[in-house]
């Protein structure tokens, strides 16, 4: 995580969405759930807004769900809807993914 914070200090959108990825599952982290899921929420939001698709697509389903925030569908679908204006660029990116690291 330390490694992770240190990325996202310096800006990096990629380092956001892995922190939001490890807070979200928790895994070695001391931490309620709750809490977890709100550190989560703030990581893909951050990098969400820094434009990156994967985290935009995670904090539609946060948002959806009401993990780590209140439900909100109209958010949900604000940040569906841009991820669906990137899908052709995030299908490429996903299908180049495999054995190479592509910033999503």
């Known amino acids: 995580v330390r490694y992770a ?9 990629k380092m ?8 979200l599952e928790g895994k070695g982290l001391d931490m309620p759930e709750k809490d977890r899921q709100q550190q989560a929420f703030s990581w893909y939001q951050q990098a969400a807004k820094k434009g990156s698709i994967a985290a935009q697509g995670d904090l539609a389903d946060l948002y959806r769900l009401g993990r780590g925030t209140t439900q909100n569908y109209e958010e ?8 669906t204006s990137e899908l052709p660029t995030f299908q490429l990116l996903k299908s180049k993914r495999e054995g190479s690291l592509i910033d999503v």
Do not use: I, N, R, T
């Open 5 to 13: 914070k240190d990325g996202a200090a310096q800006g990096s959108p």
């Open 16 to 23: 956001m969405y892995l922190l939001g990825q490890l807070f």
């Open 76 to 83: 949900a679908m604000h940040w569906y809807e841009m991820v």
